[in-house]
């Protein structure tokens, strides 16, 4: 998955759910797209620890320790805003 970003393997993501979920295809290619998913999945997922790791490095303070500090999301990434519930 060489020059793959985050954004192209969300969006291939996004649209390997829509074909299964909208069906009409065969066993084989169902197969396929899922498991197609489950490496974009996997590769999302180490992209996000990754940029966990970096915030909390760039957040440790001078004596070495970890610094938190509430994030206060957009109206984007706000919990419960925007999602079809």
Do not use: Y
């Amino acid at each position: 998955m060489t020059n793959l970003t985050f954004e192209k393997a969300l969006a291939e993501l996004e649209q390997i759910v829509a074909k299964l979920e909208k069906g009409g295809i065969s066993l084989n290619e169902s197969l396929a797209l899922f498991e197609k998913g489950v490496k974009m999945s996997r590769f999302l997922r180490t992209e996000l620890d990754k940029a966990e790791r970096k915030v909390e490095i760039l957040l440790k303070d001078e004596k070495g320790g970890l610094k938190t500090e509430d994030f206060e999301a957009g109206p984007e990434g706000a919990e419960g805003g925007g999602g079809d519930a």
